[in-house]
């Protein structure tokens, strides 16, 4: 197997994709580490071209998406970038480009699963709220900072919603970087099915994805078009508005800014 951070498999930089055709499991590595896998422009963009691709790999039947270096899965949108994205004079839309990230949003019904190591916070829910399931690392740590800077929390919010209690949703998103959701907690809760010790969410995930991909794979992607079907209207219905809450609710970008200028450090864990 081609050793996850391969570049070139594609190629554009911070995502790398390796393939062992002989279990039918791919390994997609946010590969930034030195940005904690925050996700550019450019990512976004490989990212839906990586997922709409594995759609004609019939030899690859499962897939886990991980973050490079340990120190967090993903952090949401580098910063830098989301400036340069130009926004409609509207109240009534935005452009985000994090919306087709995921797999689902690409049409992509193989199995995906999430191996978790460090931080994982904001954007970093588009991808979460978009694979079957997620094993965390017991260092790992989950958080919404959006509201202490100023911003509205819709498409994030509503991802997880799929997959946690409403009042664990709605405290982790309206604490924002105050306090963060730990591996343990992120379990008791349902976010995560498994946790493994620091550094061993990635080999949990391969060895789950192998045993899923040595299932005939028509069975395995009916199965998750039938879990996905229970709660896609409400899934729908839900995102359609976000933009709109977003528009409304958001600080202006210099705002946004100063706020992440001046932002304090402490937070505490639960």
Known sequence: MTPPGTPGTPGAPGVTVARDKETGVAVVTLDRPERLNAITLTMARELASVWRG???EDDIRAIVLTGAGGRAFCTGIDRDDAGRVPQPASPYTIDD???TIGPKANDLWKPVIAAVEGMACGGAFYLLGEAEFLIAGETASFFDPHTTYGMVSAF?????AQRMPFGEVARMALMGSAERVSARRAYETGLVSEVTV???ALAA???AAAVVASCPTEAVQGTVRALWTA???FRSQALA?????VALGN???DRQAELFTRRATGYRTR
Do not use: N
Request: avoid cysteine.
């Open 231 to 233: 709660k896609e209207a």
């Open 54 to 56: 594995f759609r004609y």
């Open 156 to 160: 994030e919010t509503i991802h997880m």
């Open 198 to 200: 620091a550094g061993g």
């Open 251 to 253: 600080l202006p970008a």
């Open 241 to 245: 508005q976000a933009p709109h809450l």
């Open 205 to 207: 995930a391969r060895e």
């Open 97 to 99: 480009p994090l919306l």
